[in-house]
């Protein structure tokens, strides 16, 4: 009995002393609330056989200059690390608030000699989040309610695999509720208030309206779900609805418009498939609908559907691998000369976490763009190398 209780003595000292060293090294918040601090430090090295839009992170491919100079090349960088931080607060309003940011330094990149060793820090994502047992408030800079998935991937960070090639991402501040039931099976229904977006270039300080903040209406979008099981044993379905407006000549409007499907389901323990389709116009707004093409002929919204899915093994925490293509085709007699036609990604990846938060990743991918010219093709390679805490 002296031994088991000294034995037992010992241990509540030891973790006594762990329970110490994690208060010390917790993140403290002016506000007294449970606050976290997370990050991803990642070095890319990547090549490309051909002109691209970007060549860390391309999504599709340019027609050759005459330059005489070759249009392939390697590089690195490392403007895709991210940093995020969250507060918690257990009940607020009878909901648990969750208020979180994550940025990178994928906002382009000072004007020097230093090129991309140079990069801009950009605000991803701001959200506060208020949940309920069967609802939730969100406010801040999301992901669109009607694609919020994105495939995994560490050689796209700072702009998602299968932009311009069905993937509509863009981050922006926006207002969501949702409402669920409860149950194995939740049903849910969701509503969304979007700032109106172009997605136009802008200046390096000075804003002016674009031509869908002009229209004075916001973007909405409305989608409905339903989810079963928990993590790598369930799933969720989902169906949306956007609809947004554009200042015209002459004081009229054009509308933008969009179905979208949207799909993440476990097979197995071990295996996932996610993905997203779409049919609509005028979608550039939304991350690169219609392969950043908004209006064509005669000024007319661009058509366009697309999608991308992807099919990923996860036999353990240490490893992920996975197989995924996308692609936009835009109604072709409504591309502007010169535009782009069709566009298409194909990509595969592999991501080790061999311990100590190390993460190794590496991925292939070829894109197809095409133009009534031809069609060129882009095949980048991207290694990655990081850690995660």
């Known amino acids: 009995m002296r031994a088991r209780l000294e034995r037992a003595e010992a241990a509540i000292r030891e973790l006594q002393g762990q329970l110490a060293a994690q208060g010390e090294s917790s993140l403290r918040t002016r506000s007294g609330v449970r606050g976290e601090f997370s990050g991803r430090v990642l070095m890319n090295g990547f090549s490309n056989s051909a002109r691209t839009n970007n060549t860390d992170v391309p999504t599709f ?6 330059s005489g100079l070759p249009a392939s090349g390697v590089g690195g960088a490392m403007r895709q690390t991210t ?31 230093g090129g991309r060793t140079f990069p801009l820090i950009r605000l991803r994502t701001a959200r506060g989040t208020l949940t309920w047992r069967h609802g939730e408030l969100l406010f801040g800079q999301e992901s669109p309610l009607t694609s919020g998935l994105n495939p995994i ?72 779900r339903v989810r079963w099981g928990g993590d790598r044993a369930g799933g969720e379905l989902g169906v949306g609805a956007h609809r947004g407006w554009f200042a015209a000549k002459g004081d009229s409007l054009i509308v933008g ?99 100590g938060g190390i993460v190794l990743g590496a991925e292939w991918r070829r894109i197809w763009t095409r133009y009534a010219s031809a069609t060129r093709t882009n095949d980048h390679i991207n290694v990655a190398v990081g850690f995660e805490w």
């Open 153 to 224: 991937s560490l050689a796209s960070v700072g702009t998602p695999g299968f932009t311009s090639a069905g993937n509509l991402w863009l981050w922006i501040p926006q207002l969501r509720g949702t409402l669920e039931t409860a149950g194995r099976v939740r049903f849910g229904v969701q509503g969304a208030v979007l700032a109106p977006m172009s997605s136009d270039a802008t200046g390096l300080f000075d804003t002016d309206f674009d031509i869908a903040e002009r229209s004075k209406r916001p973007t909405v979008q409305g989608r409905v």
């Open 83 to 113: 940093l995020g931080a969250a507060v918690v607060v257990p009940s607020v309003f009878g909901a648990e608030f969750r208020g979180d940011i994550d940025v990178d330094f994928f906002g382009g990149q000072r004007p020097s000699s």
């Open 61 to 66: 491919v340019r027609p050759d200059t005459a």
């Open 257 to 355: 418009q969009m179905v979208s499907a949207d799909a993440r389901v476990h097979l197995t323990r071990f295996v996932e498939l996610r993905g997203e389709a779409f049919d609509g116009k005028a979608l550039r707004g939304l991350g690169g609908g219609g392969i950043g093409q908004n209006f064509g002929v005669n000024g007319v919204a661009v058509s366009t559907r697309g999608g991308w899915a992807q099919l990923n093994l996860i036999p353990s925490e240490r490893v992920t691998v996975g197989f995924g293509s996308g692609v936009d085709d835009p109604t072709d007699v409504l591309v502007s000369a010169g535009g782009r036609l069709r566009n298409q990604a194909s990509a595969g990846h592999l991501q080790l976490r061999p311990g």
